[in-house]
Every structure is written in structure tokens, then in C-alpha cells.
């Protein structure tokens, strides 16, 4: 207070001590107020991790700094290591191995008589699996002129199509290079060292570019057989990241099926963006996401991914206490279980009987849960009021119930979108190890690339021969 907000105090009233006393305590205790709500801000951020949070656990803080995170899953009581009845994997004996040395015996343990010009017979065998020396092997194409006896006219034979230089490196070379560079994340140093380690053949920097390039330009119509066959199917899962491209953030689009990846880099993350990529809009099929702004505003069907709000519960009942945050939980969960057990036995849905009182035990959770989270009170400074988190979430689920069931109406529709997030994994293992890109070019290159390195592995294909088929002019793919 100032000196003269004091003195009108004190020639205010007939007891301008108290009085003053009065209004400083007052005033103290707002400023405490203020004090405490802001710690209790910074504690919550700092008490949010990947368990709690849709923060990724490359972000959590090494465990010896923290509390380790309460894991979502629920115990099996099932023993570690391989269960009874598990398709195994021991390497067992070949019948006929590429190579076998014998080793016989010349003289007798016991005696030591001369045993050199006695027969011998097998007695047990153990084999060795090992990698033959590597090296690269060179093809030489010659064309042969023939004159013809006729005429006299010298005709020369061509070239097969692919064989364009005096000297260059075949499908499986370049295959190799963009399985390193691409699927194994490796930077153009590291990849020419290996190449180089394994099979004593030095490679520029400059063919390592060129090969990603015409790997880009020769899976194009690739890209659009899977782009087209996305739209074809019927649930889609999106989801973004954010992308260090030229120095500054930008953002990799993901749209992905159990068999199919398509990723895309924009400058942007919303509408712009997406329209960009060209799935979602007009999409006939169930787009299954988080609950940003941008996916909900295009029309169709949607399912919101229930990992997401399971973390965002795991984050009020730890906040807050409220019983109704975990029970919510374990509705969604036991919900999960139900449906799954419909698919193992080809029930074409849940019973009405079964998502009805599903839904009225929903209805009921989120009537505590608004009870437990009223909305704040006005500030008397205008705008929009600061929520709680508790209160944010009952909105959602209120305002989303259709979205946030979506897998209870129709079991075919996945729980959460953890498939979206898994084929967004790698891409940020990519600027853990590189930093990001330093060209715009090179992030297309590399998610169309990669787009097709995911889609291979999903659809159980040998990546480095579907990778030798792309340099062959036939790449090896299942739209």
C-alpha cells in the first residue's frame, strides 16, 4: 500500500490501526492465494508424465529422479518368459549343411594304438551357423555387334534396362543404403562406414543422396496405390507429430491401417494440412484419432482413442482423489474386455441389453464426476474462465460419448489409436539421432520411404527384397 492510501485509512475511522491491520491481511492473503495457485500449477506440471499425460515416455525423467510410473496394464498372472503352447523359435540342425569337416581320431584314448587305417563312423554332429566372407560381386554386361552379310549393316545388342553407366551399383546395394538410411535411422556417415566395414567398398555421400532420390521417384505410384487404398478402408488412424524440418517445427500427418502407412510433412497442423494429404476429407470409413479440433470439424464417422483418456483419468485421480476417475477406468476397460470376447466368438455385436446398462453406468460416472468438478467460479475480468482438468475431462466425455463408445457400438472399431502412435515412433527416433532435417526435400523423400518400408512390414514381407524390387522396376506391395 502506499503512504497516502495509509493516511486516508487513518483519518477514516475511529480505529484506523485495526482497520489498517484489517486490509493488509486481506491483501496478503490474495496475494497467497495467487502464490499458491501458481505452485500448485507448476506441481502438476511437473508430476505429469507418459503415464498420466499424452506426453511420450522419451520425455519422462531418468527413474532415479523420480517416482518409476504406474503402468496402465493390469497384472496376467501369467509366470515371465514363453507360455505353454508358444510357437518356439530354437535353431534346430540342418539336414544337409553347406559345408562338413569330419574329425576322426589317429590314435587310441585308452591304449594308444594307431587307429590311422581303421574305418570310422559318425557318431555326433554339431553345427556352427556363421555368415560367408562378404564382398561384393561385379557384373559385367557386354554388347556384341554382329554385320550382317546381306546388307552389311552392323547391328549392336542393347543393354539390359537399368545398366546406364560404365560403372554403378546394382538393386541390392541401393536396396541396402536406403534399408540403413531409412529403416535403421543410420546418418550418411555411419551408413558409408558399415558399408564399407562389411564389405571393404568406400560410397559417397552424393551416391547415398542420389539413391534416396530415385528410391522417392520410383515409389510415387506406390504411394498413391496406398493412399488410394486408404480411403478404401474401413477405419483409418490419425495422428501428427512435430517435425524438426530447415530449422523449424513443422509436422509429419500419419494415416495408417493394420496393413497399410502413409505419411506426409506439412508446414502445418490443422485443416491446411490435412486437405493436404487427401484421406480424411470425404472419407466414408471411421476415422479413429485423439480428440483434436481439426480431425472432429470433417464430417463422418469418428471414435475417439480411449489410451488417451485412460491416461488423462490415471491424471485426475491422482490430482484429485475422485473415486469416480478410476471407476471410469475400469468401466472403459471392462467394456474393452467384453468386446473383444464378441469378436473371439464371431458375435456379430454386443447384446442391446449389455451396451445399455454399459451406457447408463457411463451416464452415472459422469454425473459424479460433474458433481466432483464443478466449473470455476467468475473472475469478474471477462473471457473465458480457466477450468480444472477434472472439469475439462467430464466435458469431453459428455460432449464425445458417442465418439468415446464408438467401440462399443460396433466391435470392429479398434479401442484406442495406439497404431497411429506406433508408426509415428520411429519418425522421432529419427530427430533423436539426426535433429531433424535439413531440407524440405529430404523430409518428403523420407516419408514417402518410409510409407512404404511400414507398409511392408505390416504386410509380413522381406523388407530388404521389397526394397531390391524397387530398384528392379517392380515393387513388391499389397494394396
Known amino acids: 500500500m502506499t503512504r497516502e492510501e495509509i493516511l486516508a485509512i487513518y483519518e477514516a475511522g475511529p480505529d484506523p490501526v485495526v482497520t489498517l491491520v484489517q486490509s493488509l491481511i486481506a491483501e496478503f492473503q490474495a496475494q497467497v492465494q495467487v502464490v499458491n495457485e501458481r505452485v500448485r500449477e507448476l506441481e502438476l506440471r511437473l508430476a505429469k508424465d507418459s503415464h498420466n499425460s499424452h506426453k511420450p515416455p522419451s520425455s519422462d525423467e531418468p527413474t532415479f529422479r523420480r517416482q518409476p510410473p504406474k503402468s496402465l496394464r493390469k497384472p496376467s498372472g501369467k ?142 505410384p506406390v504411394e498413391q496405390q496406398i493412399h488410394a487404398a486408404l480411403r478404401q478402408s474401413p477405419s483409418v488412424h490419425f495422428d501428427e507429430t512435430g517435425l524438426r524440418i530447415v530449422s523449424k517445427r513443422q509436422w509429419v500427418h500419419s494415416a495408417g491401417t493394420p496393413m497399410l502407412t502413409l505419411y506426409r510433412a506439412h508446414a502445418k497442423r490443422g485443416r491446411e494440412a490435412i486437405d493436404a494429404m487427401g484421406v480424411l476429407p470425404g472419407y466414408e470409413g471411421v476415422s479413429i484419432h485423439d480428440a483434436y479440433t481439426s480431425y472432429l470439424s470433417y464430417s463422418g464417422r469418428h471414435a475417439l482413442c480411449n489410451a488417451h483418456l485412460l491416461r488423462d483419468l490415471v491424471a485426475v485421480e491422482e490430482e484429485t482423489k475422485a473415486a469416480w476417475a478410476p471407476r471410469m477406468s475400469e468401466l472403459l476397460l471392462e467394456i474393452k474386455a467384453a468386446a473383444t470376447l464378441a469378436r473371439a466368438s464371431d458375435a456379430g455385436q454386443l447384446e442391446p441389453v449389455q451396451t445399455e446398462a454399459f451406457r447408463a453406468r457411463y451416464d ?116
Open 79 to 220: 509366470k515371465p518368459g514363453g507360455q505353454s503352447g508358444h510357437t518356439g523359435c530354437t535353431r534346430l540342425q540342418v539336414e544337409k549343411p553347406d559345408d562338413v569337416h569330419p574329425h576322426v581320431p589317429d590314435s587310441c584314448a585308452q591304449c594308444g594304438d594307431d587307429l590311422r587305417g581303421v574305418d570310422s563312423r559318425p557318431a555326433q554332429r554339431r553345427q556352427v551357423v556363421d555368415l560367408p566372407p562378404l564382398a561384393l560381386r561385379v557384373e559385367e554386361h557386354c554388347v556384341h555387334d554382329k554385320r550382317c552379310p546381306g546388307c552389311g549393316h552392323t547391328t549392336r545388342a542393347a543393354f539390359p534396362e537399368g545398366v546406364n553407366g560404365p560403372v554403378q551399383y546394382g538393386p541390392r546395394v541401393q536396396a541396402l543404403a536406403v534399408y540403413l538410411q531409412v529403416h535403421q535411422l543410420l546418418p550418411y556417415d555411419r551408413t558409408a562406414e558399415l558399408i564399407r566395414d562389411l564389405f571393404g567398398e568406400t560410397i559417397s555421400e552424393g551416391t547415398l543422396t542420389r539413391t534416396l532420390k530415385r528410391a522417392h521417384a520410383l515409389l510415387e
Open 364 to 479: 452415472a460416472l459422469l454425473c459424479e464426476g460433474e458433481a466432483a468438478h464443478p466449473p470455476s467460479p467468475p473472475t469478474g475480468r471477462g473471457g473465458r474462465r480457466k477450468q480444472s482438468q477434472g472439469y475439462n475431462l467430464v466435458r469431453r466425455l459428455r460432449k464425445h460419448a458417442g465418439l468415446v463408445l464408438a467401440f462399443m457400438y460396433d466391435i470392429a472399431i479398434p479401442f484406442d489409436n495406439n497404431l497411429a502412435e506406433r508408426d509415428l515412433r520411429m519418425l522421432k527416433t529419427k530427430q533423436k539421432i539426426s535433429g531433424g532435417f535439413r531440407s524440405q526435400e529430404g523430409a518428403e523423400i523420407f516419408c514417402r520411404v518410409r510409407s512404404y518400408i511400414s507398409t511392408v512390414r505390416k504386410q509380413g514381407l522381406s523388407l530388404m527384397e521389397a526394397l531390391r524390387s524397387v530398384f528392379s522396376g517392380t515393387p513388391m506391395l499389397a494394396c
